[in-house]
């Protein structure tokens, strides 16, 4: 007994160094963690369980079959984070540069199964040279049964990916399948064509950092939720998102203790938000001022700037937060923001998280860019998102809620369950000046025209962008002060706690993509 014991102890030992400890000291030379470290990090100490340790590949050629590939190269298994069940795998770089063959596709396929069957997320660290050449189409069929685990537990469970180093042709889809994506400044990149393919089709020159780094991808393409400036922060970025989701779509998010009073009034948000609705502020400071201890975990922070979106508490209840914001392209929705909004808000419907939508935005962003890009087809999208959630709904409109945008964010028309609106709030079909230019003629003899225009454009505004309109047709519930935001979405989050809202049965709908 002792002897096979002690066998098993050195085995373990033995496969557990990966690529060995050369391999092991080039990565920690480089600045990178080993996979093993990475899930260390991630899982509460000493909580992390194994799986598959001895699984051997199954590949006879191109010298393969004379090679051992401890654990096929990567590492799966379960674990706590912060006292709760966190599925994961994590690619190991040293093993055959983390490619992916058959047996390794298994294993991640096996873990995705697990988790939706126990109902706890999945965090998949990505680290690899992509499909395993000397595997070919084995290696190939598992990156597709891979895609087809994360379509199935898509709403099922969280699934989050982590890059942290290598993840290019097709390899990127599984990570964009999953909810959300994490990548690290400097030393990740995806790319479904690398520079040397693009280099040989299109000329065109370009570097693995600016073809798909984690700056591009967390502000130009979106693929990147979430970028950290090292391998460990990422991983603290991961435990922190996780815990303001429930482990399944079967469950509510995880509720705290209430540490700020809910009834807290903030007198800041008067002065945050300029009367003049030409003048811009930081949505995030209406934010932070309600949330509880201004903790906002910002998703797609850099991309997409023109809305807002992330999670924060209420009265210790997780919310996903949806915003305008003023500072950028004036709060205007366009292509991007509503992708980028319309997304999240998914998001926050599959798995029971209440959505808060904070409303400042003029309109549309006009111009042939967005028409050509589709605005109509994306736009779409979020009107959509919204309509579908039956989760409670919450819409604040602060200032400006004009024509569709102001349907797009939420309004009780599509589905809000409770609407509020500041006494600064002007919710209209347009502009006071855009009504002027199509609906203004001059009085017969006026002697100043322009006065006459003014006093025009007075009387529009006076009249229709305000927020009495809208709450005289019942449109808005309340017309409150700004410094009772707080208490009154809290209260509004503990009124709807219980919401029960039903669709009607089909297979799905056809979501605008
Ligand atoms: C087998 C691989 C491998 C792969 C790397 N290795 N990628 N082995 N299949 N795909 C091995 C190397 O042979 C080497 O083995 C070890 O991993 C480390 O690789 P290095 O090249 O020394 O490391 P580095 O210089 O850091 O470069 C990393 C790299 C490069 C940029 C990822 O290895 C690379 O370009 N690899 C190939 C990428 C690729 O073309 N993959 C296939 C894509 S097709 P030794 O034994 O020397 O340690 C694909 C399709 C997916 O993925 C389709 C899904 C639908």
């Not at 855009?434 to 100043?448: R, S």
Request: hydrophobic residues 45%; proline residues 6%; charged residues 20%.
């Amino acid at each position: 007994m002792e002897e096979r014991m002690a066998q098993l102890a050195a085995e373990t030992e033995r496969l557990r160094l990966g690529g060995g400890p050369k391999a092991i000291e080039k990565r920690h030379s480089q600045g990178k963690l080993t996979a093993r470290e990475r899930l260390a990090l991630l899982f509460d100490p000493g909580t992390f369980t194994e799986t598959d340790l001895f699984v051997k590949h199954r590949g006879t050629e191109f010298g393969l079959e004379n090679r051992e590939l401890p654990a096929d190269g990567v590492v799966t298994g379960f674990g706590q984070v912060d006292g709760r069940t966190v599925f994961a795998y994590s690619q190991d770089f040293t093993v055959a540069g983390g490619s992916l063959g058959e047996m390794h596709a298994n294993k991640i396929v096996k873990i995705l199964e697990m988790a939706m069957k126990a109902g706890a997320p999945v965090v998949g660290i990505n680290d690899s040279g992509g499909a395993r050449i000397q595997e070919g189409i084995d290696a190939l069929n598992g990156y597709g049964k891979i895609f087809r685990a994360n379509t199935l537990a898509s709403g099922v469970i969280p699934q989050i990916a982590v890059i942290m180093g290598p993840c290019a042709g097709g390899a990127v889809y599984s990570p964009g399948l999953m909810d959300f994506v994490f990548m690290v400044d400097q030393g990740s990149y995806m790319f479904i064509t690398g520079p040397e393919v693009i280099k040989a089709v299109t000329g065109e020159e370009v570097t693995f950092e600016t073809l798909g780094g984690a700056r591009v991808h967390g502000t130009r393409s979106g693929v990147a939720h979430f970028v950290a400036p090292s391998e460990q922060e990422a991983i603290a970025q991961v435990r922190r998102l996780l815990s303001f989701l429930p482990s399944n779509n079967m469950e509510d998010p995880p509720r705290l203790p209430v540490t700020d009073p809910i009834d807290r009034a903030e007198p800041r948000l008067a002065e945050i938000v300029p009367a003049d609705a030409n003048k811009p502020y930081d949505m995030r400071d209406v934010i932070r001022a309600v949330v509880d201890h201004g903790d906002f975990l910002e998703v797609h922070a850099e991309w997409a700037m023109n809305i807002i979106v992330g999670f924060a508490r209420i009265g210790g209840m997780p919310v996903g937060i949806v915003a305008n914001q003023p500072r950028v392209l004036a709060g205007t929705l366009d292509i991007n923001a509503s992708d980028k909004a319309a997304r999240f808000v998914r998001f926050c419907d599959c798995f029971n998280i209440p959505i808060v939508t904070f409303v400042d935005t003029p309109g549309y962003l006009p111009g042939t860019a967005q028409e050509h890009g589709g605005i109509i087809r994306h736009g779409a999208k979020l009107l959509y998102a919204y309509a579908e959630a039956t989760v409670p709904k919450i819409t604040v409109v602060v200032r400006k809620a004009y024509g569709g945008a102001y349907l797009a964010m939420c309004a009780q028309s599509m589905g809000a369950d409770f609407t509020m609106a500041w006494p600064t709030a002007e919710i209209a079909v347009m502009g006071a000046e855009g009504a002027a230019n199509i609906l203004f003629k001059p009085p017969e003899g006026a002697a100043d025209v322009a006065q006459a225009r003014r006093e025009w454009i007075e009387e529009y505004r006076r009249r229709f962008n305000t927020p009495f309109r809208a709450a005289a047709r019942g449109f808005v519930e309340a017309v409150i002060q700004p410094y009772e935001t707080r208490a009154q979405i809290g209260r509004a989050l503990l009124a709807l706690a219980g919401k029960r809202e039903s669709r009607p049965a089909k297979k799905h709908g056809n979501f605008p993509v």
